[in-house]
């Protein structure tokens, strides 16, 4: 499986970003798929998944303002992102949102910086 998220860019507090990724090669769990993400320094969390079919988790950072979906039609799950704040920089990624199910291979992730 390859996992490629798009979308990231530069965007002042409060601002509003959608993030994708797509995901190809071998048959892929979308129902668990979440995204993460890693600030510099820090270790990687998740901040949005699908822990089984339609239920969804948020980290209490981004509950209210972001939201994740997806279309399996297209092996692709969205994060949109609402009233970004500086704390939101970091890169993201999408993986496998289940804990201590087994992970596909990290993508590459796309940055989001959040700044005036």
């Known amino acids: 499986v390859q996992l490629q998220a798009s979308g990231g860019g530069l965007v002042q507090p409060g601002g509003s970003l959608r993030l994708s990724c797509a995901a190809s090669g071998s048959p892929v769990r979308m129902n668990v798929m979440g995204w993460y993400r890693q600030a510099p320094g820090k270790q990687r969390e998740l901040v949005a998944g699908?822990?089984?079919?339609?239920?969804?988790k948020y980290a209490d950072s981004v509950k209210g303002r972001f939201i994740i979906s997806r279309d399996n039609s297209k092996n692709t799950v969205y994060l949109q992102m609402n009233n970004l704040k500086s704390d939101d920089t970091a890169v993201y990624y999408c993986?496998?949102?289940?804990?201590?199910?087994?992970?596909?291979?990290w993508g590459q992730g796309t940055q989001v910086t959040v700044s005036s």
């Open positions: 993986n496998v949102a289940v804990e201590d199910w087994t992970l596909y291979p």
């Open positions: 699908f822990i089984s079919g339609r239920t969804t």
